[in-house]
């Protein structure tokens, strides 16, 4: 399955960086981008999380605000210790399995590494913008910027 813009996300749960559980109906009637990644540490999974770091109060300073989530294969405590050492504010999220990556279709790059996605998710959880940031983790949020102010004016 793979989830395209104007479809709608359908609920899933993992697990996040402190170990609690998290369900996306949690966030239900928020503006959330859903960004994957491939792996704690590889650097330029680094420098996505610190581009999403460094603008996460003006995410959140939208009208509506918008949540930020990090999804990878990392285990629990890879994503305690990453989030601890970027002192990352948002939440991470463990998909050892790739059930949510695969829903959402984001791809292996030949076939075992993880490719770098973002997908917009509204507050009815329909997606309304997609981009692929494989090579450009630090433009991918100045891209997602730009198509939330599209989206609200």
Same mark, same amino acid.
């Given at each position: 399955?793979?989830?395209?813009?104007?479809?709608?996300?359908?609920? *899933?749960? !993992?697990?996040?960086?402190?170990?609690?559980? *998290?369900?996306?109906?949690?966030?239900?009637?928020?503006?959330?981008i859903l960004f994957f990644y491939a792996k704690s540490g590889s650097p330029? +999974?680094?420098?996505? +999380?610190?581009?999403?770091?460094?603008?996460?109060? !003006?995410?959140?300073? !939208?009208?509506?605000?918008?949540?930020?989530?990090?999804i990878s294969q990392d285990s629990v405590e890879q994503h305690k210790e *990453?989030?601890?050492?970027?002192?990352?504010?948002?939440?991470?999220?463990?998909?050892?399995?790739?059930?949510? /990556?695969?829903?959402?279709?984001?791809?292996?790059?030949?076939?075992?590494?993880?490719?770098?996605?973002?997908?917009?998710?509204?507050?009815?959880?329909t997606i309304h913008h997609v981009y692929d940031w494989l090579f450009r983790?630090?433009?991918?949020? /100045?891209?997602? !910027?730009? /198509?939330?102010?599209?989206?609200?004016?």
């Open positions: 399955m793979t989830l395209q813009v104007g479809e709608v996300v359908p609920d *899933f749960g !993992l697990t996040t960086s402190e170990g609690e559980d *998290f369900s996306l109906d949690n966030l239900e009637g928020q503006w959330k330029t +999974c680094k420098r996505g +999380c610190l581009s999403f770091k460094e603008q996460y109060e !003006l995410f959140r300073s !939208l009208k509506p605000p918008v949540e930020v989530i990090g *990453f989030k601890k050492e970027l002192e990352l504010p948002f939440i991470l999220l463990s998909d050892p399995d790739r059930k949510v /990556a695969d829903m959402f279709g984001v791809p292996l790059h030949l076939g075992k590494f993880p490719s770098k996605s973002s997908f917009v998710v509204g507050p009815d959880n983790p630090r433009k991918h949020v /100045a891209v997602i !910027l730009s /198509a939330l102010s599209g989206m609200n004016e």
